[in-house]
C-alpha cells in the first residue's frame, strides 16, 4: 500500500509541474495550470501523507 | 534562505552534552533532503522580488548567485562541518566550554531576538496571502509601520495560530513539514516558468534559445538601473556576499554544528548546496521574476506582497504555497527563539515561553518594516552571531599555536570568558561604526568583522589568560 502512495505522490508532483512547462511552450492555458496544479496539490499531501509520515528526521537542535 | 530555515523534529534530548556516538552517525542523503527543505521559506518570497526593487541587472544576479551560494557552501565544508565532526557537539555545549554559560545565556538571548523578529517576516509573508481572500488595505514597499486594521487582524491571526501549534503541535507540524517541502519547492519552479510566459507574452517576444532567454533576462526582467525608491542599489557585490552571508549564523556563525555533529564524514558539508542551490537560487530567481512581471505591468505598483504575486501565478496553489512556507517556517523559528528564552529562564515552561514569543513574533509581524527591510535585517541577523563563530574557530583549530588553553571556560571554571565577550563587542562595535560613519554599507562589514572578531579573541586571552592563571 504504501508503495502505491508513493507512486501517486510522485505521479502528482509531475502534474504540478509538468502543465506550467507546457505552459512555456505556449500548448497550455494558465487556467487550466491552475486547475491541474491545485489537484496535484491535494492528491500529493493525500498520498504523501501516507507514504512519509512519520518520517526518519534529522534532529538538530540549532535551538 | 536565511534565514529562513524550516527543522526536522523536536530537538533531541540525547546528546545534548556529549559527542554524537557512531551508532547516531547519518548519512549523506538525510542532509542533502534536510538541506533542500529548509531553505525553500515563505521569506524567498520577499527576497527576490526586493533585488528587482535594488534595481539589479541579470548578470549581477545571476553570477552573483553562483559565485555567493558557492562561498556559502564551501563555509559549510571548510569551516562549520570539519569542527562538527571533529568535536560532534551541539554549538551550545561547545560555545559554553569555551565562552562560560553566563555569556552562552547572552548569545540565547541575542540568538532568540534574531529569531523573534525572523518569524515576525515569517507572520508577515503569511498574512499577505490572507489579503488576497479578505480584500483589505496591504503594506506598501516603504511602509514600515501597519497601514490598515484589516492588516492588523490577519497578521493577529495567523500569528496566533502559528504560536498556539508552535507551543501545542510543534512535532505535528515539523513533520507536516517535510511532507510539504518537495511540493513546495515545484511550485517555486512553476513560479519561475509561469513568469516567464508571461514576460513573453506581455513584451511580445520569442523564446527559442537560450539566447533569446537571455536576451528576455537581460532587457526585460532584470534590466539594472536605478533601485526603486527607498531601496539600496545592488550590484554583483551586494548579490554575493548577501548570497554567501544570508546564513552567516549558520556556516561561519557555526550555527550548524548542531546538524553536521551526526554527520559521518566532514565532507558532507556539500549536501549545504542543496538548499542553496534550490531555495537561493532557484526560489530566488522564480519569485524575483513574479515581481519584475507586476513592474512591467504596473511600473507604479512597487508593493511587495508574496500572497497576491504568487495568487496570480498559480492561483489558490500559489496561496496555499505561500501560507505553508510561511506557516511551516515560522513555527519552528518560534519554537527555538522559545527554547533560547527557556535556556535563561529554565524555571517556566515551555509552553508559556513559546506562546510569550509567538506573542512578541506576532507583533513583529504587524510592522511590515523587518519584511521589507528583509535583505539589511538578514545582513544584521548574521552578523550579531557571526562572531561567536569566529571564537570557535580560532578555539578550536589555533589558539593552542599561542601557547593558549582552548575551552578555557571550562578548564578554569569561568562563567565568562571576558576574551570572548570582547571579542563579540568590539566586533559588532566596529561593524557599527564603519556602517556609521564610514559609509560601509552593512553587507560588506561582516567579512572584516570576521578577522577582527578572531584578532581580538587570541589577543584578550593572551592578557586575560595570564592574569587568570597568576590570580
Not at chain 2, 31 to 48: D, K, R
Not at chain 2, 330 to 341: C, D, H, K, Q, S
Request: proline share 4%; with cysteine.
Amino acid at each position: 500500500m504504501r508503495l502505491i502512495a508513493k507512486i501517486v505522490a510522485l505521479t502528482s508532483l509531475l502534474l504540478l509541474t509538468l502543465p506550467s512547462v507546457f505552459y512555456l511552450a505556449g500548448r497550455v492555458s494558465l487556467d487550466t495550470v491552475k486547475w491541474l496544479m491545485i489537484l496535484a496539490t491535494v492528491v500529493w499531501f493525500v498520498s504523501a501523507s501516507y507514504w512519509m509520515w512519520p518520517r526518519a528526521e534529522i534532529s538538530t537542535d540549532r535551538q | 534562505m536565511v534565514v529562513e530555515e524550516r527543522h526536522h523534529g523536536q530537538p533531541p534530548a540525547e546528546y545534548e552534552r556529549e559527542p554524537v556516538p557512531a551508532k547516531a552517525r547519518l548519512g549523506l542523503k538525510e542532509f542533502v533532503g534536510m538541506y533542500a527543505g529548509e531553505h525553500c521559506a515563505g521569506t524567498e518570497l520577499m527576497i527576490g522580488p526586493l533585488f528587482v526593487a535594488a534595481g539589479v541587472s541579470a548578470f549581477d544576479l545571476v553570477m552573483g548567485l553562483i559565485v555567493g551560494n558557492a562561498l556559502a557552501v564551501l563555509s559549510w565544508i571548510f569551516l562549520c562541518a570539519p569542527i562538527a565532526t571533529r568535536a560532534r557537539l551541539t554549538l551550545y555545549y561547545q560555545l559554553e566550554k569555551v565562552c562560560g554559560r553566563k555569556l552562552v545565556t547572552l548569545y540565547n538571548l541575542a540568538n532568540g531576538t534574531m529569531f523573534c523578529f525572523l518569524a515576525g517576516a515569517m507572520i508577515t509573508v503569511s498574512a499577505t496571502a490572507v489579503g488576497v481572500w479578505f480584500d483589505f488595505k496591504m503594506p506598501g514597499l516603504n511602509d514600515l509601520y501597519p497601514n490598515s486594521f484589516g492588516w492588523v487582524v490577519a497578521a493577529l491571526v495567523v500569528g496566533a495560530l502559528i504560536s498556539i501549534v508552535a507551543a501545542y503541535g510543534y512535532k505535528m507540524l515539523a513533520d507536516f513539514a517535510n511532507i510539504a517541502a518537495p511540493w513546495m519547492v515545484l511550485v517555486f519552479l512553476v513560479f519561475g516558468f509561469v513568469g516567464l510566459r508571461q514576460f513573453v507574452d506581455a513584451a511580445g517576444t520569442e523564446m527559442n534559445s537560450l539566447g533569446d532567454l537571455w536576451h528576455l533576462a537581460t532587457t526585460q526582467i532584470w534590466k539594472g538601473g536605478e533601485p526603486l525608491a527607498g531601496q539600496v542599489k545592488f550590484t554583483f557585490w551586494h548579490v554575493m556576499f548577501f548570497a554567501w552571508f544570508c546564513n552567516m549564523a549558520m556556516h561561519i556563525g557555526m550555527s550548524d554544528l548542531s546538524v553536521f555533529r551526526y554527520a559521518k564524514k566532514s565532507w558532507y558539508g556539500v549536501a549545504s548546496a542543496a538548499g542553496m542551490y534550490v531555495g537561493h537560487f532557484m526560489a530566488w530567481i522564480s519569485a524575483s521574476i513574479l515581481y519584475a512581471y507586476q513592474l512591467h505591468l504596473d511600473p507604479a505598483d512597487t508593493d511587495v506582497l508574496p500572497g497576491p504575486l504568487a495568487f496570480r501565478a498559480a492561483g489558490l496553489t500559489g496561496l496555499l504555497c505561500v501560507i505553508i512556507a510561511g506557516w511551516t517556517t515560522a513555527n519552528p523559528t518560534i519554537y527555538r527563539a522559545g527554547l533560547a528564552f527557556q535556556a535563561i529562564m529554565p524555571k517556566v515552561s515551555r509552553f508559556k515561553v513559546t506562546l510569550a514569543t509567538g506573542l512578541i513574533a506576532t507583533i513583529a509581524g504587524m510592522f511590515p518594516a523587518i519584511a521589507m527591510k528583509l535583505l539589511g535585517f538578514v545582513a544584521l541577523y548574521g552578523l550579531i552571531l557571526m562572531p561567536m563563530g569566529a571564537v570557535i574557530f580560532v578555539d578550536f583549530w589555533l589558539i593552542k599555536k599561542f601557547g593558549l588553553q582552548s575551552n578555557y571556560a571550562q578548564l578554569s571554571g569561568k562563567t565568562f570568558n571576558l576574551a570572548a565577550a570582547l571579542a563579540w563587542f568590539v566586533t559588532l562595535g566596529t561593524a557599527w561604526a564603519l556602517v556609521k560613519f564610514a559609509g560601509v554599507q552593512i553587507f560588506f562589514v561582516s567579512l572584516p568583522g570576521w578577522f577582527v572578531a578572531a584578532i581580538i579573541y587570541i589577543a584578550v586571552s593572551k592578557i586575560y589568560q595570564r592574569k587568570v592563571h597568576s590570580a
